[in-house]
């Protein structure tokens, strides 16, 4: 699954679900890619199992447990990149209950135009991960809580990055 954003100076630049790295390719076709760098990896990716590519409880606690990158974002008024960085956690709980990896807590990745990361902001859990824009006021970030609460409208709240 990979995320591509277009930034200012015409590069392709790419993240996928669960690799450590962005990719980017520039007008004139060579290559370059940047490490992710997110707090929550817990050591070396571990390789898929192939033959149990149509195991979904397989799939389903691997990719709870796995550190995924997603929703790779560039912000044109700002000049940075955002990629929201989906924790690893348990795919069981104690009492026997399962936690879905679509809802793993989250944080976001801020790289500035160098792909250098310059902070990685860990989000409240109403939040959703997979609803962000950007506009020139900042990062508009869709409040699960407040979107219940008012049936028929998606509300949205505005993180400002200084």
Known sequence: WPWIALNKNLDFVTCYFFID???VTHPDSSQEHFPLLSRYKTGPSKTMDASKNFDYEYLSRDAAARLSYMYLRYDYYRNLYYVV???PMP???EDGTRNSAADKPWSL???????SQIAEIDMP???SKHEIMITKEGIAVMDENL???NPGKSV???FKLK
């Open 85 to 87: 960085a989906a924790k």
């Open 109 to 115: 990745i801020v790289l500035d135009s160098t792909f």
């Open 91 to 93: 795919h069981e709980n």
């Open 125 to 127: 859990e109403q939040l």
């Open 21 to 23: 790295s962005l990719f």
């Open 147 to 149: 979107t219940a609460q």
């Open 156 to 158: 949205f709240v505005i």
